[in-house]
């Protein structure tokens, strides 16, 4: 039993490390597939009008995924382990945020932009320059056992705050765009329920291809004024992409019904722009990613849009020593004053 505590004090104490661990094989996952798509579709080149920020940065001829692109197949999967297991960790976190930024930003100048990935890869950057990361890892013990047999005892304590400040912050502004994002192309109009009743109602399994989506164009905007495209783009709707059937109903009753799709459109523009809640205290900070977790759960449960990435990444920003006082009883609150008198 005592050995069993002192693993999840040493989890607890160390959520960078747990983040590190579960979030590479995600995003490396996300790139195999992306990567998968460039290749076998034959997308040989970005149009420079179309190219992300980092993009531009890049010398066209690390943009053209042709059959040498099976090299970053390999190195995907050596980072992947090696980020996740801490070989070399901080090197791999570092290689995979790039590939992340390299083949993500050529998906999105291709017209498909990855929710997921666009905050799980500034995580990993960020994972890769601030202590704590590595606390829980192969790097430390080879160092500690092999190179420097005189390092003092690892600390169980908790590492710096402003590391997994730092991603707070990421995560959280990513919410508050969002919800400026609504509120500057919507109005307040969005707020009537419409909109979100009409992303709930909207299947793309009805259609006889199964994977398309309305695309909106305006035939009389000048050509000068087209974005990334030559059509006139103006706007676009995400699809339903829950396929069970039980689900799918249950999205169209919730559609159906005209009062709780405007107080979901309401409550979800409250939440994103509340962020500031999380730098009251820890109590505020617990209730806010324990409702973007339930949040982004209904939001796979009713359009199959699970963002497992952004769940995966609240867990581990909770502070779960507060958690084991509230809901830990008398055993949980023995473990956590063990945790915060390290």
């Not at 609504?182 to 992303?199: E, M, P, Q, S």
């Amino acid at each position: 039993m005592e050995r069993i505590n002192n693993i999840i004090i040493r989890l607890f104490n160390n959520p960078l490390s747990v983040l590190r661990f579960a979030l590479p094989w995600l995003v490396a996952k996300v790139i195999y597939d992306q990567l998968n798509i460039i290749y076998y579709n034959s997308y040989d080149h970005v149009p420079a009008f179309s190219k992300t920020w980092f993009l531009h940065l890049m010398p066209d001829s690390w943009l053209s995924f042709g059959p040498e692109s099976k090299f970053l197949f390999i190195l995907l999967v050596v980072c992947a382990v090696g980020a996740a297991l801490g070989i070399a960790g901080r090197l791999c976190l570092l290689i995979l945020a790039f590939l992340e930024f390299l083949v993500g930003g050529t998906f999105e100048s291709l017209g498909i932009f990855d929710h997921n990935s666009s905050l799980s890869s500034q995580v990993l950057l960020i994972l890769a320059l601030v202590p704590g990361t590595m606390r829980i890892s192969v790097d430390y013990f080879v160092y500690k056992h092999f190179i420097n047999k005189k390092l003092v005892k690892k600390p169980n304590g908790p590492p710096p705050k402003w590391g997994l400040n730092l991603i707070l912050i990421v995560l959280v502004l990513t919410y508050f765009t969002a919800g400026v994002s609504k509120i500057r192309h919507g109005g307040i109009k969005w707020l009537d329920g419409a909109t979100l009743g009409f992303y709930l109602e909207n299947y793309v399994a009805d259609y006889a291809s199964g994977e398309q989506q309305l695309l909106i164009a305006n035939d009389a905007i000048n050509s000068g004024e087209h974005w990334k495209d030559n059509i006139g783009f103006e706007a676009h709707t995400y699809g339903n992409y829950q396929y069970r059937t039980g689900f799918k109903k249950l999205a169209n009753w919730v559609a159906e019904r005209p009062a709780w799709v405007i107080a979901i459109s309401v409550i979800t523009i409250l939440f994103e722009f509340t962020w500031f809640i999380v730098f009251i205290n820890s109590k505020y900070r617990n209730i806010y990613l324990i409702a973007a977790f339930i949040t982004h759960t209904m939001i796979g449960v009713l359009m199959g849009l699970y963002f497992l990435h952004y769940r995966i990444i609240c867990l581990c920003l909770l502070d779960w020593n507060l958690m084991l006082k509230t809901f830990g009883g008398k055993y949980g609150k023995r473990l956590a004053a063990r945790v915060q008198s390290l």
